[in-house]
């Protein structure tokens, strides 16, 4: 099994900053792609960012040039930094993985139990 766990959430003004972290452990080869997908009361789960193995990365239009995601493979790590916050930006944020086990190495999925971003304005 896997286990994806998020820290980094929390309560912060209009303008400011949070760092998301996101730590994957268990029976894991190698992690692919690595997203966080967010969720805004009574809204539908959306995708915020992604990056892949190698580094490439993809945004929402809703957070480019303010969010900013990134990797430690050594630690399979995913961070997100989310710069000058909205009070749209507010909602559960979760982490995503997809990977491969351990022999037989199947493709598989992961997710975070998700942290909460309160932006107050």
């Known amino acids: 099994q896997v286990q994806l766990v998020e820290s980094g959430g929390g309560l912060v003004q209009v303008g400011g900053s949070l760092r998301l972290s996101c730590a994957a452990s268990?029976?894991?080869?190698?992690?692919?792609?690595m997203r966080w997908y967010r969720q805004a009361p009574g809204k539908q789960r959306e995708l915020a960012a992604s990056i892949s193995s190698g580094g490439s990365t993809n945004y929402a239009e809703s957070v480019k040039g303010r969010f900013t995601i990134s990797r430690d493979n050594a630690k399979n790590t995913v961070y997100l930094q989310m710069n000058s916050l909205k009070p749209e930006d507010t909602g559960v944020y979760y982490c995503?993985?997809?990977?491969?086990?351990?022999?037989?190495?199947?493709?598989?999925?992961?997710w975070g139990q998700g942290t909460s971003v309160t932006i107050s304005s």
């Open positions: 995503y993985a997809e990977y491969l086990g351990l022999p037989p190495y199947r493709s598989l999925q992961a």
């Open positions: 268990g029976s894991i080869f190698s992690i692919n792609a």
